[in-house]
């Protein structure tokens, strides 16, 4: 069983995100991984109610490294080391569910979303099978210094990239790249790849198109925008009339990983070499639609 899990001592956390740079960003395209973080605090998951594996069921698991190569082919690559049942990076800031805190939340607080009813807000209360991650009530504070230490860097991180790729290129193209798990009881699966750009208010539709067409081109059955039109950074980022494209690209697990056991198959190494092909196509590509 390969549970890649990374228990650390809080003195010994790891920075809360990884930038890996071009040597020259070719094209105004950025890549992004909020969910694949795996480095786990060693208090949390001792006083989890769950085991490591199911914890790990959250992650989009080995998302990071199936766009490893993005770099090389001059896309800068942004991921989250922090996971992703620890502290959502595609949540607001403060979506908190108060029935998780021992006491009153401060009134900017979003305790209304639909995120934090079905228990996945900012800091989540279940992991992805419903089952609920803490034997005790937490402290607003502890919540707060998860999202000061990891939310607002690696957003910072983010923002920082996205104005930098404007000022050099005129305008930016962000995939925020996801995976999606398989629904119980699902025969089949109907498709392997799903593009969200907020129903056309993310992204340029060209845009979507010309992501669209290179699965196409690699033998991927794809859908827009169903079931998983983009979350928070998709609609927080996306505003075409000023430049800044987001895309949402969910890849099924199915394909590369076995999703009870955390465990890759030989199918990542297939993945990844064809995601290299859809960035080479898309550097290719022109991009000047996308200025304003």
């Known amino acids: 069983m390969d549970l890649s899990i990374q228990a650390v001592p809080e003195a010994d956390a790891p920075p809360p995100f990884q930038l890996i740079r071009p040597a020259f960003q070719a094209a105004p395209i950025i890549l992004a991984s909020p969910h694949s973080g795996r480095h ?11 085991d490591p594996v199911a914890l790990r069921r959250s992650e989009d698991g080995f998302v990071e ?28 800031a403060w979506e908190l569910d108060p029935g998780m805190f021992d006491g009153p939340l401060p ?3 979003n305790s209304a979303s639909p995120r934090v009813g079905a228990g996945l807000g900012t800091i989540a209360r279940v992991v992805a099978s419903g089952e609920p991650v803490y034997r005790r009530r937490l402290s607003f504070d502890e919540a707060a210094d998860r999202i000061r230490a990891l939310w607002e860097p690696y957003h ?24 999606m798990p398989t629904i119980p009881g699902e025969s089949g699966r109907s498709a392997d790849m799903i593009l969200g750009d ?5 992204a340029a539709p060209r845009a979507t198109r010309l992501l669209e067409e290179a699965l196409s081109a690699l033998g991927y059955r794809h859908r827009r925008n169903d079931p998983y039109a983009g979350g928070y ?14 895309i949402q690209l969910e890849m099924a697990r199915s394909l590369y990983m076995d999703e009870r056991r955390i465990q890759r198959l030989p199918g990542l190494a297939t993945l990844r070499a064809d995601m290299d092909r859809m960035l080479a196509r898309l550097v290719a590509e022109d991009w000047s639609f996308l200025r304003p």
């Open 198 to 202: 907020a129903h056309g208010t993310a």
């Open 65 to 92: 490294e199936i766009f490893a190569d993005a770099p090389l082919h001059g896309v800068p690559l942004l991921a989250a080391t922090f996971p992703r049942v620890y502290c959502d990076a595609n949540r607001e």
């Open 40 to 50: 786990y605090p060693a208090a949390f998951l001792a006083e989890s109610r769950l």
């Open 233 to 246: 950074v998709t609609r927080h980022y996306g505003r075409p009339r000023e430049g800044v494209h987001v």
């Open 156 to 179: 910072a991180a983010l923002s920082g990239l996205i104005e930098e790729t404007v000022r050099r290129h005129g305008a930016c193209l962000l995939i925020d790249c996801h995976s």
């Open 107 to 109: 009134d900017f607080v």
